[in-house]
């Protein structure tokens, strides 16, 4: 009987340890608020002001989403982990664009597994674009929703055509499908990001590839950021009135996108800085365009801080095309997992620009526009 026991004991210790080593675990953000927009227009590439619009709108840090991420420990050192993850409207309930104009999915933003071991990790799958983090890491505003490093880029892309139907983008990219992604460990701050998408398109070993690099350094409250990207076949669909209108995949080389960044705090306060430009390496006539940035930020306690940030875009083929954007936020932290933030911003577009205050919330060409948005976030 005690031997019995003993092996039942025995076998429940074994599946407990054997449980232990892997894990899967749920999480999610919910993010939503009241927004008002003195000048609004039906889509980006739009001259027509509908006039102000007052709505609930979702995303003023950031997108409301749920995932599931898992990890299993292989032993040695190395694991195997998982990622899905996806965006969604929380007025609406709406899924996340997708690829494919006009479409949803809902695991949007990452679908991907990979191995983490003393090397770094390997990822493939469906992604989150290295160099968006990179940029967040060296903006003041943290590449918000909202008047950040990401709603100016956003802007770059819609000076270059970008319809805003697909997560598809003409210069650089917040999600890449297909892709492999290497993160290294970290080497005295610094740190390395490779990622290469393999097109698969039919007789076209460079049709619809993506790849880029990315250099980070991070220590003694400096971030330095460097990237660069290269797309091939990018933002191959259009959409017209007579349905969505796709491009053949040639491997034309027609996304380039380099940036560098750096952000310095000291304690309480924080100022950041960027260059980067976005052009068509096939076409540059076509597409070449400059953005500058500049930021402040002053945590005033450990639940109160204050950010600002100016983004400047520059078309360096008709230098009457240029687009300012001032913003400034605050946010208060009720507990670790939710806070509060107000936000307001101004954008000053000229000529054929239409950079947005906020994601989502298409401004006029050459329309100056002013957004104030209210709204709480948890973190779950």
């Not at 002001?49 to 749920?66: P, R, T």
Request: hydrophobic content about 35%; overall charge positive; aromatic content about 12%.
């Amino acid at each position: 009987m005690k031997l019995k026991l003993s092996c039942v004991a025995a076998l429940m210790l074994f599946a407990g340890v054997a449980h232990a080593q892997s894990s899967v675990t749920l999480y999610g953000v919910t993010d939503t608020g009241l927004l008002y927009q003195s000048a609004s227009a039906a889509n980006f590439q739009s001259k027509v002001n509908l006039g102000h619009v007052y709505e609930a709108k979702d995303a003023g840090i950031g997108q409301s989403l749920f995932g599931m991420r898992g990890i299993e420990d292989i032993g040695g050192g190395y694991s195997v982990t998982f990622k899905l993850q996806g965006a969604f409207s929380l007025t609406s309930g709406k899924t996340g664009l997708s690829s494919t104009p006009n479409t949803t999915a809902v695991f949007n933003q990452q679908t991907s597994v990979g191995v983490a071991g003393p090397f770094g990790t390997i990822d493939a799958g469906r992604q989150i674009v290295p160099m968006i983090r990179a940029m967040a890491d060296t903006d003041v505003r943290n590449a918000q929703y909202f008047g950040s490093i990401l709603t100016a880029w956003l802007g770059m892309n819609q000076a270059a055509g970008w319809q805003g139907t697909s997560t598809n983008g003409p210069l650089g990219a917040l999600y890449d499908d297909n892709a492999i992604v290497y993160q290294s460990p970290k080497f005295y701050g610094a740190s390395l990001a490779l990622e290469y998408a393999p097109g698969g398109v039919a007789g076209q070993f460079q049709g619809g590839t993506r790849e880029s690099a990315i250099l980070k350094y991070s220590n003694y409250g400096l971030n330095l950021s460097g990237v660069y990207y290269n797309g091939h076949d990018t933002n191959p669909f259009t959409t017209t009135a007579n349905g969505i209108v796709t491009a053949p995949s040639t491997g034309l080389n027609n996304n380039r996108f380099w940036y560098v960044g750096a952000m310095y705090t000291f304690h309480d306060f924080s100022v950041s800085g960027s260059y980067s430009i976005g052009r068509n390496p096939a076409n540059s006539a076509h597409t070449n365009i400059e953005m500058i940035s500049g930021g402040l930020g002053y945590r005033f306690s450990p639940s109160f801080k204050v950010t600002s940030g100016f983004y400047y875009l520059k078309d360096r083929n008709k230098s009457a095309n240029q687009s300012d954007l001032v913003s400034l936020g605050g946010e208060y932290s009720f507990s670790h997992s939710t806070l509060a933030y107000a936000q307001v911003g101004y954008v000053n577009n000229r000529g054929t620009m239409s950079q947005t205050v906020t994601y989502g919330a298409p401004v006029p060409e050459g329309r100056s526009t002013t957004a104030a948005m209210i709204g709480i976030r948890h973190v779950f």
